[in-house]
């Protein structure tokens, strides 16, 4: 139920703006994700981390914190994205998607207590902005290049598969065997659905 709810906020924010961003706001929210640990976000948590003034950077309050942690790791993503190599471009999406659950393994109780911040009421349009960046973000470093409905398409598509492994890896993600798994059949059912789609619309596939 809170996937469906949260893919749906997403895909209906398939291009949101961008969301400012600085070496000090950088610096801070690494410091953040590094030592919160299992606390739970609050101003009160940031300038204890990451310094008195560290409030100042983000005027919008935790929700910004939050919603600038996940700006964050999709332009890490994206700065990895040279290293995704497959001829196929889904194999490069499941590469992205790897790549950014893997970087925050280290500090999972945090991602979720960030998540946790924008899913409170109040702050759904931060929270779909969010989704539809990640999700946009793992298309461009995948290398895609689509347009107009397939553009869409595509990013709906990803948007259940990207927030269902998220939550799952969350739950789970203490075993990223487990994660792999489960995104490989998320990304499996998607391409059965394409197939079954093209060959209905006469369409090699």
Not at 24 to 36: H, S
Not at 69 to 88: E, I
Not at 144 to 167: E, F, N, P
């Amino acid at each position: 139920m809170i996937g469906s709810l949260i893919t749906a906020s997403a895909t209906s924010c398939l291009q949101p703006p961008a969301i400012d961003h600085s070496p000090a706001r950088d610096a801070a929210l690494r410091r953040m994700m590094e030592g919160v640990g299992r606390r739970e976000w609050s101003m009160a948590t940031l300038k204890q981390i990451a310094g008195e003034d560290a409030d100042l950077l983000f005027p919008g309050g935790i929700a910004e914190v939050a919603e600038a942690y996940f700006d964050l790791a999709d332009r890490n993503m994206l700065d990895a994205a040279h290293g995704f190599h497959s001829r196929k471009l889904s194999r490069r999406v499941r590469a992205a998607i790897m790549f950014r659950l893997t970087q925050a393994a280290g500090y999972r109780p945090a991602v979720r207590h960030a998540l946790s911040v924008l899913m409170m009421p109040g702050h759904a349009r931060l929270l779909a902005r969010s989704i539809a960046r990640s999700v946009n973000a793992i298309w461009t470093a995948a290398g895609d290049d689509s347009q107009g409905v397939t553009y869409m398409t595509k990013r709906a598509s990803l948007a259940g598969i990207y927030v269902a492994t998220l939550l799952f890896w969350l739950a789970r993600g203490g075993n990223m065997a487990t994660v792999e798994e489960f995104l490989d059949r998320r990304l499996a059912n998607i391409a059965q659905v394409t197939r079954l789609k093209n060959r209905l619309l006469g369409r090699p596939f």
